[in-house]
């Protein structure tokens, strides 16, 4: 039956200098094929729709390859198996794999692992909680906080991007393990949301004026500030390092305010790095991926707190593989309130 489906696709066209616009992509479509021995074939439900995915798209040397040009865009996402000859994913499994931005995925046996196509459980958690909280950007956060932050109860959390995915986790994490948590967010609705919603001590709208960043972590971190969780980088992180505390841990998660520089990340460094010596502090860089044995145990926690309603999720869905291009952006520019999810098909 695989064989007369039609795979719509989103290629990497050309690479983009400064923010990526419809020129930088193309969409194709071909017939799909029917899994080889040891195979499967994905369809593809939501994608996750992630500000690292700027960065792949330059030529440049990272945690992982750049995207190459003609090729279909990389991007994790949740589907069902529609048809399989092995024998670990039966049709109408619910997985989560590196599907691309296509509707369909054909997966050889020798790719499922590069793929990362696991089984997920939606009696856990939704399609959408599967890319937030109990996703990458849930991992990201979990272990960002966990084994590079070591929070201690009554310590003080700083986290940016704080209504995003990664942000939300970390935020509302941090106040379980009992530390007061201030956020730093683009406007009062995401500011409101993340105090009133997700029980955030106090968050910081940078986009409130000159200063406000500075005036308010004054404010509400009167003794400092022990982990400062960066998603954001510039100037946000400099006015943080301002105001480290004693032995505080600066988390290096990402850098969304650079990723779209003309010459490419990272763009100028931090001015206020002599802070770390000043207060004995360290900053630590993680990536998600070095942690995917542990994944569980971080999933296992995590969902005990969706339901006993310690924690929640909030996610953001635009619709539609055509609207990539401009939904990727919505990133970069703010527009996004919770985790971005692309839906691609209905479940
Ligand atoms: N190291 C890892 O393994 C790893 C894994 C996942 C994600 N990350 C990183 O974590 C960060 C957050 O990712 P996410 O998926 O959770 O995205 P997200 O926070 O859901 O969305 C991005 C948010 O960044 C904020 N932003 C955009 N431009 C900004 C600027 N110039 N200054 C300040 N804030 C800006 C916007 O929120 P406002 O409206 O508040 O401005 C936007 O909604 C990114 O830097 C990403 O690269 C790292």
Redesign the pocket.
């Known amino acids: 039956m695989s064989s007369s489906l039609t795979n719509h696709q989103v290629r990497l066209a050309k690479r983009p200098e400064g923010t990526a616009t419809r020129e930088n992509w193309k969409f194709t479509t071909e017939l799909v094929g029917e899994p080889a021995e040891g195979g499967v074939l994905v369809k593809t439900l939501s994608l996750s729709l992630?500000?690292?995915m700027r960065g792949w798209l330059n030529d440049a040397k990272s945690y992982i390859a750049p995207v190459a040009i003609d090729e279909v865009m990389r991007a994790g996402g949740v589907g069902r198996v529609i048809a399989s000859k092995n024998p670990q994913f039966a049709v109408g499994d619910t997985v989560y794999g590196t599907l691309g931005v296509q509707e369909y995925m054909l997966i050889p046996e020798d790719q499922l692992k590069r793929n990362g196509l696991v089984k997920i459980d939606l009696r856990v958690g939704t399609i959408t909680q599967w890319l937030n909280v109990l996703g990458?950007?849930g991992m990201?956060g979990y272990f960002g906080l966990m084994d590079v932050g070591q929070p201690k109860a009554g310590e003080t959390v700083v986290v940016?991007?704080?209504?995003?995915?990664?942000?939300q986790t970390v935020g509302q994490l941090a106040r379980i393990k009992g530390c007061r948590v201030v956020g730093i967010?683009?406007?009062a609705a995401?500011c409101d949301w993340v105090v009133k919603e997700l029980g955030f001590d106090a968050c910081i709208d940078?986009k409130a004026g000159a200063g406000a960043v500075r005036e308010g972590l004054k404010a509400h971190c009167p003794k400092g500030v022990d982990i400062y969780f960066d998603?954001?980088g510039?100037e946000?992180l400099d006015a943080v390092l301002a105001r480290l505390a004693r032995k505080a841990r600066v988390i290096i998660?990402?850098?969304?305010?650079q990723y779209n520089n003309a010459n490419s990340m990272p763009g100028a460094g931090p001015k206020n790095y002599l802070s770390l010596l000043v207060n004995r502090a360290r900053m630590e860089?993680?990536?998600?991926?070095d942690y995917a044995d542990r994944y569980p145990i971080a999933i296992a926690e995590l969902a005990g707190y969706l339901k006993d309603g310690r924690m929640k999720s909030k996610e953001d869905i635009v619709k539609g593989l055509d609207t990539f291009p401009e939904s990727l952006n919505k990133?970069?520019a703010?527009e996004?309130f919770?985790?971005?999810v692309l839906e691609v098909a209905q479940d």
């Open positions: 992630d500000p690292a990458m950007p990201t940016s991007g704080a209504a995003g995915a990664v942000g967010a683009g406007g995401k940078y998603n954001v510039g946000i998660c990402g850098a969304i305010s860089g993680i990536v998600v991926f990133l970069f703010g996004n919770g985790k971005l």
